[in-house]
């Protein structure tokens, strides 16, 4: 699953890409292990705009799709153990 296939809403856990990703993007704070939300996707494959460690941040549907997510409750379970 990635962060283009959130719906507006729905929160989840950033994974470790396999591929290099933008550096600009974990300076916006997109890192593993960090729990994102997905606040507004334009449409037409517009922009899509994220909640993450308190900020907003926007990228494009593209680069969105690059991005591996999970489900937050996983992260959750890891913690308990």
Not at 5 to 31: N, W
Not at 44 to 70: N, W
């Amino acid at each position: 699953m990635y962060l283009s296939d959130l719906k507006v809403g729905q929160k989840a856990i950033v994974l470790q890409a396999s591929i290099s990703l933008p550096v600009k993007l974990y300076e916006m704070g997109c890192m593993p292990g960090e729990e994102i939300e997905l606040n507004y996707a334009a449409p037409f494959s517009g922009p899509m705009c994220f909640l993450v460690q308190g900020t907003s941040i926007s990228m494009r549907k593209e680069l969105a799709e690059l991005v591996p997510i999970t489900d937050p409750n996983i992260k959750s379970l890891q913690n308990d153990r």
